[in-house]
């Protein structure tokens, strides 16, 4: 007969039990041959599991994981890059477009006196920025920019839906 | 040479040392290894599964705070996974309380044949590998990774009873086999 519980055995051999439980027990399983039976039983089956060896993974798993890891953000960051010289293109044509407006204002002007009136300098400025405008986006001019930026929203554009594609196929990972 | 903490590996990971995960992954793959082929009974899908986690646990190293311990968090990725990996192969999962109502019998799984005598070790690891899915993980947190009932608690997100409960259950089945066997005397 069973003097002791599973559970109490189980607590006394993780020494979760105080001084005087713990007394009474050993006491228990000084009489009481099978209660010694059943916990030299329990004992051993913590002893094993305690020298229990881990599990080897393949030799290459980490090389493996790392390679997975890499590939993850190794694209996104040449789309990354691509997007930013698309972007600096851009910038740089616009830039092009500005300078070449002003350099073409500037040229055409009179000298300046300190005589002229600051009102005078706008006016001829402003006009001659909405005529060298009217002239550049007008006829082939027009066409060449507009192929430009079009080339620019098409590529943008393709890049904007592959990354979407790749954002939803992490999500669903 | 000083052994870095995982909290100071993960924060050179988040200043863009990506390399460093790889130590990260030499800690804990087999640890975390032995757990999934104990809860998933396969050693292949154990592997396939164990990247999986550790690409979600690299996925979310920016959501870890570390208010809790890196192993902790990163043993709840795997535990989850087995458990999503156990349900989409359509295996039986239960939940805690089904698990702790679960009766498993070893007796009738396992029959130790004497003629055929193993090592002991082997004897008894092929005895956890039979245990239900969240007892062997509980054993092999609680024996190979050394941790304590309460962290598996918060690891595993069980109640600190239930843990105990599903730990002293494996124990007593197998304490079972060793006596029905006449084990005892022979190997103490």
């Not at chain 1, 055995?9 to 209660?35: M, P, T, W």
């Not at chain 2, 054993?139 to 843990?163: G, H, P, Q, R, T």
Request: aromatic residues 8%; hydrophobic residues 40%; charged residues 25%.
């Amino acid at each position: 007969m069973n003097l002791l519980s599973d559970e109490i055995l189980n607590k006394y051999l993780d020494g979760e039990l105080d001084k005087n439980q713990s007394a009474e027990i050993e006491e228990i399983l000084n009489k009481s041959e099978n209660d010694r039976k059943r916990f030299s039983a329990l004992k051993l089956i913590h002893k094993e599991l305690s020298l229990m060896q881990e599990d080897k993974v393949s030799i290459d798993f980490t090389i493996n994981v790392m390679a997975r890891v890499n590939k993850k953000f190794a694209l996104p960051k040449q789309q990354n890059y691509f997007i930013i010289s698309i972007a600096s293109i851009l910038v740089l044509f616009c830039l092009g477009i500005v300078v070449y407006v002003v350099t073409a204002i500037v040229s055409s002007s009179a000298p300046q006196t300190e005589s002229l009136q600051i009102t005078e300098t706008v006016n001829r400025f402003g006009n001659g920025l909405i005529l060298e405008l009217k002239k550049l986006f007008s006829g082939k001019n027009l066409s060449i920019i507009g192929s430009v930026f079009s080339l620019g929203i098409l590529i943008s554009g393709y890049f904007f839906f592959e990354h979407q594609k790749r954002s939803k196929i992490n999500l669903g990972a | 040479m000083k052994k870095l903490s995982d909290q100071e590996i993960i924060d050179s990971i988040k200043l863009g040392n990506q390399a460093d995960f790889s130590i990260i992954v030499d800690r804990y793959k087999d640890k975390a290894f032995s757990l999934l082929k104990r809860m998933l009974k396969n050693e292949q899908d154990a592997e396939e599964t164990l990247q999986d986690c550790f690409i979600k646990a690299y996925n979310s190293l920016s959501g870890f705070k570390g208010e809790a311990k890196f192993s902790t968090w990163f043993y709840r990725i795997v535990y989850n996974t087995a458990l999503t990996k156990l349900s989409s192969q359509k295996r039986k999962t239960e939940n805690e309380m089904s698990s702790l109502h679960e009766h498993f019998d070893l007796k009738s799984d396992y029959d130790y044949n004497v003629s055929e005598r193993k090592d002991m070790s082997e004897f008894i690891n092929e005895l956890v590998n039979k245990l239900p899915e969240k007892h062997s993980a509980i054993i092999s947190l609680f024996y190979l990774d050394e941790m304590s009932c309460e962290e598996i608690s918060k690891a595993l997100d069980i109640s600190l009873s239930n843990v105990k409960v599903m730990l002293h259950r494996s124990r007593n089945a197998l304490k079972d086999i060793i006596i029905e066997n006449n084990l005892v005397e022979e190997l103490i």
